[in-house]
């Protein structure tokens, strides 16, 4: 597969020490795993001239406590608080000056964050994506990147997940809804 450097950016999904430590509350052997493999993707993504946008989940202590339906902690018990040393991105990936970094608040990391904006604002339309949970942050973002006319493209062997099975599903149903997945060694620039 082939990219514009210019017009394309890397988006590392939630590579932090809540979901990618061993001492982390929701850590996922394969999250630690993908680690080297999402390392490399950046380092062949900045060779490009590609743009690297990290997304950190954040969650502030008191951000459920008057919804309705969404409530995260209810699912996955407390993680990645605000300020906390689980929401920090893995000192293995950490960004380089020029990378860009949204805050994310839920699963999507379009939803009331700046992402989109600052991605129209840099002429960028094709996106590929790494990080962790496969079928949870990576295949909500993806969505919502296609839902707003930008190219998601999966990197299929760049991803975390708890069961080998989720792995399969996001990257299986991302190819269906949204047309791509690749692999590390399929990616090419211009």
Not at 49 to 54: A, D, T
Not at 86 to 101: M, R, T
Not at 181 to 189: A, D, K, L, M, S
Request: charged residues 30%.
């Amino acid at each position: 597969m082939r990219f514009d450097p210019e017009r394309t950016a890397l988006i590392v999904v939630d590579m932090q020490n809540g979901f990618c430590h061993e001492e982390g509350s929701l850590h996922a052997p394969a999250s630690e795993d993908a680690i080297g493999s999402v390392r490399e993707v950046i380092e062949t993504a900045r060779e490009a001239g590609v743009r690297v946008i990290y997304t950190r989940d954040v969650h502030p202590p008191e951000q459920f406590e008057r919804n309705h339906y969404y409530d995260e902690f209810e699912r996955w018990g407390e993680h990645v608080l605000e300020g906390s040393w689980e929401a920090e991105i893995v000192s293995e990936l950490e960004p380089h000056e020029g990378d860009h970094v949204v805050e994310k608040h839920t699963y999507d990391a379009f939803y009331n964050t700046e992402l989109e904006g600052w991605l129209r604002a840099r002429g960028i339309d094709d996106l590929l994506i790494c990080g962790t949970l496969a079928n949870v942050c990576v295949f909500h973002t993806a969505g919502s990147a296609g839902l707003r006319d930008f190219r998601p493209v999966v990197i299929e062997d760049a991803l975390g997940y708890i069961e080998e099975d989720h792995r399969e599903y996001a990257v299986e149903h991302s190819a269906w809804l949204f047309g791509e997945t690749t692999t590390r060694r399929e990616i090419e620039f211009e």
